[in-house]
């Protein structure tokens, strides 16, 4: 095929704007497309590859020589010949270098490489972060920027090792926090399944970690499981010199199962004396962020003596929106540390008893001493149970159970209060019926 049809530059530049031609051609398929754009004449090079016409730009004339257009046209024929496509090359070193900016960008802007750790895993976060409740999102991201980032955060999430990663998650455990260290490896091993998902590591080193760190040690809230012991405390929660609004606190929180902060931020508009119900709104819950927002309420079926104390504090506290309201703000809450405070002042160190705990001891005695159902227990403390296929309980379910239950519950704890013998197991589950 004839090559260097155009005599020199000259001809180019001889070429008028009103010449009938649409282009010089200097044979190979490389061409000059006349005032193509914006009245510049445009080289490009006509090529076969695979069987398919296309067609490669090679700039505008005359930044673009003839001599320069004709070396670019010999380069593009010998990746032809090469067995590559001139179009898709030219597309890989423009995606290369647009990296390489970035690269630049982020650098100079303190920021990590795309495609390390740290890079991959704020990208994961931002992905996840709306499906968690902040106060969660906030310590996943805290303890990757405290514990992980600084020790492999800038390196590239496709080069680290296992040991790479046991080593940052033994630092961690070199401080005593073991149960930080585990959920640091969690945090991590999602990270890397990300970064295979998304194409920037092949594998997820942390997937077999588990096993090298230390077990934690579970801590559960300190509670009373002895009837005796439970009585005195009960005892003394009726001698206690307290407000109202405390002394209620205290007197239900042993009786209804439900968290501290389920409790304290109570409002009146959630509780039906009438019917003896309280729900409590799905946001107050522990649950994942979605059962937060579109969850159903939690409900807590009310022992009549339950309803007593609500209905002698209604008095005080009713007008407004708050049930414990707080002492010195009324449209707030009562302190978190109300209730414990106030069983250290009653003689109750936080070693034997805290206010989550009072849950621990109605899960105990309801089951070993009372012979309740563990599904219904776990129902009415709002945990997620599972049955046998796999099925979540419905928070709804096991109502009337549990309103039984909650009720046998109060009268066992008049029982202990008043120093009487139990409830007999028989007729616990008599009632569960």
């Known amino acids: 095929m004839a090559r260097n049809l155009i005599p020199s530059e000259a001809t180019i530049r001889a070429v008028k704007t009103d010449d009938p031609r649409k282009r010089l051609t200097d044979g190979g398929g490389l061409v000059l497309l006349l005032f193509a754009r914006s009245g510049l004449h445009s080289w490009r090079l006509d090529y076969r590859f695979q069987g398919k016409r296309n067609t490669l730009t090679l700039g505008t004339f005359p930044d673009t020589s003839l001599a ?195 409790l304290r931020f109570a409002e009146w508009a ?49 007008q407004g929106k708050m049930v414990f309201r707080g002492e010195r703000h009324h449209e707030r809450a009562m302190s978190e540390n109300t209730v414990n405070a106030a069983l250290r002042t009653m003689g109750f160190p936080a070693d034997e008893v805290t206010g989550h705990g009072f849950r621990a001891t109605a899960r105990t005695m309801l089951h070993e001493r009372l012979g309740f159902s563990p599904d219904v227990i776990e129902a009415q403390l709002a945990h997620t149970v599972r049955d046998s296929l796999g099925r979540a309980y419905n928070r709804t379910e096991f109502v009337e159970q549990r309103r039984v239950m909650l009720q046998t519950w109060a009268d066992f704890l008049d029982q202990l209060r008043s120093g009487k013998e139990m409830l007999p197991r028989n007729r616990a589950r008599q009632a569960a019926r």
């Open 270 to 318: 959630e509780i039906d004396l009438e019917a003896a119900l309280w729900q409590v709104p799905a946001a107050r819950m522990k649950r994942e962020l979605r059962q937060k927002l579109s969850g159903t309420p939690h409900l807590v079926p009310l022992p009549k003596q339950a309803v007593d104390v609500f209905r002698e504090l209604q008095p005080l506290t009713g």
């Open 68 to 262: 320069l257009a004709r070396r670019k046209a010999e380069a593009a024929r010998q990746l032809l010949a090469e067995g590559f496509d001139p179009s898709q090359q030219r597309k890989a070193e423009r995606e290369m270098w647009a990296e390489e900016r970035v690269a630049e960008q982020r650098q100079a802007q303190g920021l990590p490489a795309v495609g390390s750790f740290e890079a991959v895993a704020r990208e994961w976060f931002a992905v996840r972060k709306d499906s968690w409740s902040k106060s969660y999102g906030d310590k996943v991201i805290a303890r990757l920027e405290t514990d992980v980032f600084p020790y492999i955060g800038r390196e590239m999430a496709a080069e680290i090792t296992g040991p790479q990663l046991l080593a940052v998650m033994r630092r961690i455990e070199s401080r005593g926090v073991i149960e930080t260290a585990h959920r640091a490896l969690q945090d991590s091993g999602q990270v890397f399944r990300y970064a295979v998902a998304t194409g920037h590591a092949k594998f997820n080193p942390a997937r077999e970690l588990k096993d090298a760190l230390r077990q934690p040690n579970p801590k559960h809230f300190p509670a009373i499981v002895e009837p005796k012991r439970l009585g005195e405390l009960l005892r003394a929660i009726d001698g206690y010199a307290a407000t109202p609004v405390v002394r209620a606190a205290l007197k239900l929180a042993p009786m209804l199962l439900l968290r501290p902060g389920e």
